[in-house]
């Protein structure tokens, strides 16, 4: 029989003036195994000066194990989220973040299909998505990262639409 493990995205064990450590430290303190940092490139404010839940594809992905491995829990994935309908910004983000994940040790990227583009029609975004998808597989498959589908927007809200993003 499975075992079903609990783990929180970051997201909701963040405190608007503690730091990435504080909430992975915080999500272990409430029980949970697993935790899921999201992830970002560049540098913005509030991270840089430790006010947020998010780290920068910039830092050391050993920060994220290391806090980890102090508050004795695992990573479940990282939150990666990024628009697959439009390529010129996904493709090379989720390529960075699942190079960042294996050094990290989180085994899972996350993503979603994003809002929908008002230039293109339903069958060229699953056209644009196709295309994401296959590049980065070529950059997750050799490293053993799994690439996992949210149901956050338009496509991916029905289970139809979410078996159609699957199986491009």
Request: overall charge negative; glycine content about 8%; charged content about 25%.
């Amino acid at each position: 029989m499975g075992r079903i493990r609990l783990g929180v995205n970051n997201e909701f064990v963040r405190h608007e003036d503690k730091s990435f450590e504080w909430a992975v430290q915080k999500a272990a303190e409430l029980g949970y195994e697993f935790c899921e940092p999201m992830v970002h490139w560049g540098r913005e404010l509030l991270s840089e000066a430790g006010y947020f839940h998010s780290v920068s594809m910039l830092d050391d992905p050993l920060r994220l194990k290391r806090a980890c491995d102090q508050a004795g829990i695992g990573m479940s994935a990282l939150s990666t989220h990024c628009p697959l309908c439009k390529p010129e910004i996904s493709g090379e983000y989720l390529k960075q973040a699942i190079r960042f994940a294996a050094e990290c040790g989180a085994p899972i990227v996350t993503t979603d299909e994003g809002p929908k583009p008002d230039w293109t029609t339903e069958e060229e975004d699953f056209v644009l998505m196709k295309y994401v998808l296959g590049e980065v597989a070529k950059v997750a498959e050799p490293r053993g990262i799994i690439i996992g589908l949210e149901p956050h927007q338009q496509y991916s809200k029905t289970p139809e639409g979410l078996d159609r993003m699957y199986n491009l």
